[in-house]
């Protein structure tokens, strides 16, 4: 190969690599929103906001689940 063909396929593999990273990131984010939604219908915003502040302030649990 030359190195123009190495450097297209670097490039190519480091933006592969980056798209699969934002996809993975937008995933995991869309989660946790889903999981604080969740979390604030189950134990409401006060408790959410407590347990997000201060550990010592948090109730027992604010699972999701």
């Given at each position: 190969m030359t190195d123009i063909?190495?450097?297209f396929l670097s490039t190519a593999r480091a933006a592969a690599a980056l798209l699969r990273e934002d996809a993975v990131a937008a995933a995991v984010g869309t989660v946790v929103a889903l999981l604080i939604r969740l979390a604030r219908r189950r134990?409401?915003?006060?408790a959410d906001l407590r347990a997000l502040a201060r550990a010592e302030r948090a109730p027992?649990?604010?699972a999701a689940f």
């Open positions: 063909q190495d450097d134990h409401g915003t006060a027992a649990s604010i």
